[in-house]
């Protein structure tokens, strides 16, 4: 495994209902010029569905006019989650099996960190969590993933 990144300061939307939800949520994105980091949508029926996009606040200003018209919009067809963070452990074929992805999120059950969102690829397993626990998820995963993995040297 090749390591651990993190980001922090993420905003997750999720809308839920109408399949158009997710049209209209990126065209005020867009109107806003509010880029995206991640996005998810599943249809769940021929007429429902949910989406989540993930916000980086670092490219969205000013949010608190942005988070207004996404209420104002939305309602309670939107769940916007603020104070969000981003975790992922890297490297070329971490998810052959699940069991890192196991490890991972029994690392942060461990430490009692709650997972706000999980997704995966052939290269990459990332969570979204809490922001004020991204720091001591970042040590510990890297502690548990990581340096088991890394080589030490001769005599050490």
């Known amino acids: 495994m090749a390591g651990i990144a993190s980001e ?7 809308t839920r209902g109408r399949t158009d939800g997710l049209a209209r949520l990126l065209d005020l994105l867009d109107k806003r010029q509010v880029g995206g980091k991640q996005l998810y ?11 989540t996009v993930v916000l980086s606040l670092e490219n969205t200003h000013p949010f608190a006019e942005v988070r207004q018209e996404l209420s104002q ?34 690392t942060l059950a461990a430490m009692g960190v709650p997972l706000l969102g999980l997704s995966s690829s052939s290269f990459r397993i990332s969570a979204l969590v809490e922001e004020r626990r991204v720091e001591d998820a970042v040590r510990r995963l890297h502690a548990e993933l990581v340096a088991p993995a890394e080589p030490t040297a001769p005599g050490v």
């Open 8 to 14: 922090k300061g993420l905003v997750t939307l999720t």
């Open 41 to 51: 949508f599943e249809r769940e029926s021929s007429e429902d569905g949910f989406a």
């Open 73 to 106: 919009t939305f309602g309670k067809e939107l769940v916007l989650r603020e104070s969000v963070g981003a975790i992922s452990a890297i490297g070329a074929g971490i998810n052959a099996s699940f069991a890192n992805v196991r490890r991972f999120v029994q």
